[in-house]
């Protein structure tokens, strides 16, 4: 497995597969990026981070069966491996560990 640091893009991309497990291909994760982070999100983006969380065993892909409505092409879709989900679980516990640490006085009358 290649690299185990997870970026801020990597994460969310990660987090949108999960969200969509039986329709996670690259439009789909795109245009579900797009919609929750009110950002615009670029195709090419979307599928050079799924290539690179591929290189590190995060998310695994698979091609789906060829359809009339893509004249034939067929999707790729993605999921989560172990390490990927572990991975998740990590980010997440250390978010929460530093917003934890956050003296509550920080978030009063703010």
Same mark, same amino acid.
């Given at each position: 497995?290649?690299?185990?640091?997870?970026?801020?893009?990597?994460?969310?991309?990660?987090?949108?597969?999960?969200?969509?497990?039986?329709?996670?291909?690259?439009?789909?994760?795109?245009?579900?990026?797009?919609?929750?982070?009110?950002?615009?999100?670029?195709?090419?983006?979307?599928?050079?981070?799924?290539? !690179?969380?591929?290189?590190?065993?995060?998310?695994?892909?698979?091609?789906?069966?060829?359809?009339?409505? !893509?004249?034939?092409?067929?999707?790729?879709?993605?999921?989560?491996?172990?390490?990927?989900?572990?991975?998740?679980?990590?980010?997440?516990?250390?978010?929460?560990?530093?917003?934890? !640490?956050?003296?509550?006085?920080?978030?009063?009358?703010?």
């Amino acid at each position: 497995m290649k690299g185990t640091n997870l970026g801020e893009f990597e994460e969310l991309v990660m987090l949108t597969v999960a969200a969509l497990p039986d329709d996670a291909y690259s439009v789909a994760i795109c245009d579900e990026l797009s919609n929750q982070t009110g950002r615009s999100v670029k195709l090419g983006v979307v599928h050079s981070v799924l290539n !690179r969380l591929e290189e590190k065993g995060f998310v695994k892909s698979q091609l789906g069966e060829a359809t009339r409505a !893509r004249g034939g092409k067929r999707k790729r879709f993605y999921q989560l491996t172990a390490p990927g989900k572990a991975a998740l679980v990590r980010a997440k516990s250390m978010r929460d560990d530093l917003w934890g !640490r956050i003296p509550s006085l920080v978030w009063k009358n703010g």
